[in-house]
């Protein structure tokens, strides 16, 4: 089996940073695409960012220029730095990834239990 474990939310003021983990742990054979996503109460589950196995990345227009995604292949694992919080950066962030099992080798979709982030104003 293979888990995602999300860690580094808290409460933070307006302004400040924080550092999201994911950590992947399990029978990988390789990890794909990672992803994060945040779903504010009451809310729809949005895509903040995301980070191909080769590097590339993508941004929500929401916090370009302020979260920055990054990964470590050796650890398995893949970040999420959030600068000048907004208050409405308030949600429950996901991590994602596109896992090849190394039991059957075939790809699947994993998700962590998501870390809560309260952004005060």
């Known amino acids: 089996q293979v888990q995602l474990v999300e860690s580094g939310g808290g409460l933070v003021q307006a302004g400040g940073s924080l550092r999201l983990s994911c950590a992947a742990s399990g029978s990988i054979r390789s990890i794909k695409n990672m992803a994060w996503y945040r779903q504010a109460s009451g809310k729809q589950r949005d895509l903040v960012a995301r980070?191909?196995?080769?590097?590339?990345?993508y941004y929500a227009d929401f916090v370009k220029g302020r979260f920055t995604i990054s990964r470590d292949n050796a650890e398995n694992r893949f970040y999420l730095q959030m600068n000048s919080l907004k208050p409405e950066d308030t949600a429950v962030y996901y991590c994602?990834?596109?896992?090849?099992?190394?039991?059957?080798?075939?790809?699947?979709?994993?998700w962590g239990p998501g870390t809560h982030v309260t952004v005060s104003s």
């Open positions: 994602t990834a596109d896992i090849v099992w190394s039991e059957d080798r075939r790809e699947y979709d994993y």
């Open positions: 980070i191909t196995s080769g590097g590339s990345t």
